[in-house]
């Protein structure tokens, strides 16, 4: 199972945690005022992430290819 890595850019993200409601299996929540995730997930669930980031209204988001 091949695994990819998720970026979330803390001094963009707002916090409206749209990736919460879209990808939970990814982005977790927010503790303390900082929004919690997963920095590897399974490939399987690429189509959610890109969700997330197409739904992020700050662009905070971004996965990353290696």
């Known amino acids: ?3 990819l890595r998720v970026e979330v850019d803390p001094d963009t993200c ?3 945690a749209q ?3 879209i990808a939970p299996q990814v ?3 927010v503790e ?3 929004l919690v995730w997963r920095r590897e997930f399974d490939a ?3 189509d959610h992430v890109e969700d997330a980031v ?3 209204p700050s ?5 990353v290819d290696d």
């Open 27 to 29: 982005f977790l929540g």
């Open 19 to 21: 990736c919460v409601s």
């Open 32 to 34: 303390d005022d900082a």
């Open 1 to 3: 199972m091949s695994v």
């Open 59 to 63: 662009g905070a988001i971004r996965i």
């Open 54 to 56: 197409d739904g992020c």
């Open 14 to 16: 707002s916090l409206f």
């Open 44 to 46: 399987e669930l690429r």
